[in-house]
């Protein structure tokens, strides 16, 4: 399975904080919000990536992760010119996918919460056909998509911001598909809006009988970070459960737990930031791996 991160959004409403800066690389509490995107693929067992940019931003990315290789996995990146909606993600990304199937991450939302490492891989493993989204409860979701479902997560409806919701379940940035979806990307027409949106390709695959939504319980954090106050209120939660001393999307921890890097390639890299108090949770990990040896 490929992985795919869309994070070319111009931020405009967290302007001017983005001004200067592409939305995804703005700081949530002590990580680049992007991380959040990359762990979640990282956690699925994806190692083949591609970042979708804003236009001329490439550099700064480069500048984030490199070729990943530090972290055991392969990221390549590619601009999207034009804001066409976040089903363009299948057309930018083709020729990346091929004829895999393809885990699309939104490089604003961020999702963490116990066993969630888990799920994530159980779902990469055993997708073989159709799709499958995530479902999490909200007291009012009428302002995102919201999908209803049967006993057996077979998906029924999904509407775009519906005024008489039919559940409360609205999906998050977080999609599973095989690889019928670069077709059906293709062969969707845009909004009133001007976009493809991610609802169309969810609708053929409902019609075809192939969508199933697995549900995300309270015990499970999701942000949609396109706001000021979302972003703050992000942070502050990350801050305090941090406050435990386990790191939320630490992404060399994940690539060690894995068995994508080296313990030497782990040390260098805490090292670099020993000065840090994320450098010395990686020395911390370091030294609790060398006493395992």
């Not at 509407?159 to 559940?167: A, D, F, L, T």
């Amino acid at each position: 399975m490929k992985g795919i991160i869309l994070a070319a959004g111009k931020g405009t409403r967290l302007y001017p904080i983005t001004l200067p800066v592409a939305k995804p690389l703005l700081p949530v509490y002590d990580k680049p919000l992007i991380y959040y995107s990359l762990a979640t693929l990282m956690q699925a067992g994806i190692r083949d990536i591609l970042i979708i940019v804003p236009p001329g931003e490439i550099g700064m990315f480069e500048n984030l992760f490199g070729t990943g290789a530090d972290l055991g996995i392969r990221i390549e990146y590619i601009e999207q010119f034009v804001p066409k909606g976040i089903a363009d993600a299948f057309i930018l990304g083709a020729d990346f996918i091929g004829d895999d199937s393809v885990c699309l991450a939104l490089g604003d939302n961020i999702f963490f919460g116990p066993g969630f490492r888990q799920k994530l891989r159980t779902i990469a493993k055993s997708l073989v056909s159709g799709a499958m989204i995530f479902g999490y409860y909200v007291s009012d979701p009428r302002s995102f998509g919201v999908v209803e479902f049967d006993k057996e997560g077979k998906a029924i409806s999904i509407e775009e911001k519906p005024q008489n919701p039919k559940s409360n379940y609205i999906v998050p940035g977080l999609y599973f598909y095989d690889n019928q979806v670069v077709d059906i990307a293709a062969g969707i027409q845009p909004s009133a809006r001007g976009e493809l949106e991610i609802t169309a390709v969810n609708n053929v695959y409902l019609e075809k009988g192939e969508l199933l939504v697995t549900t995300l319980g309270q015990q499970y954090s999701w942000f949609d970070v396109g706001t000021a106050d979302r972003l703050y209120n992000a942070a502050s939660e990350i801050r305090a459960v941090q406050r435990s001393g386990k790191l939320i999307a630490c992404l060399e921890e994940i690539a060690i737990r894995s068995h994508w890097i080296s313990l030497d390639q782990l040390r260098e890299t805490a090292n670099k930031m020993k000065q840090t108090p994320y450098g010395q949770y990686l020395r911390g990990i370091v030294y609790d791996l060398e006493d395992e040896v």
